[in-house]
């Protein structure tokens, strides 16, 4: 994988001035999820989900403090432990970048998230820089990927699979 992209002049310039801190710094992260729209997200038209090493707590949230990023407080349907909200702006493209943190890797249906998958560990330990941002290994991300469709199917697609048809459109998987 490259670690810059063709459009790197649309990026916002708080995205990148962040995972340039978080990497000068040593801070143990990775964007774990939905890789393959990090671009976007790096220009504020979707959330960054970063997995941080609970050892890092402390110097990710000062650095993104120093940033000027605030901590959100999450609605009571997307909060669970482990998981933290932070708000940033963009003064000069006047967009915002929202940080989804987690310490801890829990998943679930939709809006359910109860189960803890305590890997951690493993997720982090294997990264690549992808846009100048750390991003797990594509095999360990596409396992999580697969965990994670698994919790989040329905009974119907369950069913379909069983019976022998592709469950998930084949189009998602392989991207």
Same mark, same amino acid.
């Not at 909200?85 to 809006?111: I, T």
């Not at 396992?143 to 009974?155: A, G, N, W």
């Given at each position: ?5 063709p ?6 310039a708080? =995205? =990148?001035?962040l995972f340039?801190a978080?990497n ?5 992260y990775?964007?774990?999820k939905?890789?393959?729209h990090l ?8 959330? *960054?989900?970063l997995?941080?090493d ?5 110097v ?11 901590r959100? /407080?999450?609605p009571?349907?997307? #909060? ?6 932070f708000l940033?702006?963009?003064?000069e =493209?006047?967009a ?5 943190v987690? #310490?801890?890797?829990?998943l ?5 998230k109860?189960h803890? *998958? ?12 992808l846009?100048?941002?750390r991003v797990?290994s594509?095999?360990?991300? =596409?396992i999580i990927? #697969?965990v994670r469709?698994?919790f989040?199917s329905? *009974? /119907?697609?369950?069913l379909?699979?069983?019976?022998g ?6 189009e998602?998987?392989l991207?």
């Amino acid at each position: 994988m490259t670690d810059t992209y063709p459009d790197a002049s649309l990026l916002l310039a708080c =995205a =990148a001035d962040l995972f340039s801190a978080l990497n000068r710094k040593h801070v143990r992260y990775v964007h774990w999820k939905s890789n393959e729209h990090l671009a976007e997200a790096l220009r504020g038209e979707t959330d *960054l989900d970063l997995l941080v090493d609970k050892s890092d707590a402390r110097v990710f949230e000062s650095t993104v403090q120093d940033l000027g990023f605030v901590r959100m /407080r999450l609605p009571r349907a997307r #909060y669970f432990p482990g998981r933290h909200g932070f708000l940033g702006f963009d003064r000069e =493209a006047g967009a915002l970048v929202q940080l989804d943190v987690h #310490y801890d890797l829990v998943l679930g249906e939709q809006l359910v998230k109860n189960h803890r *998958l305590p890997i951690e560990e493993w997720v982090l330990a294997v990264a690549e820089l992808l846009g100048g941002v750390r991003v797990p290994s594509p095999a360990r991300e =596409a396992i999580i990927f #697969y965990v994670r469709v698994c919790f989040k199917s329905t *009974l /119907r697609q369950r069913l379909s699979a069983a019976a022998g048809r592709s469950a998930f459109p084949p189009e998602n998987i392989l991207r």
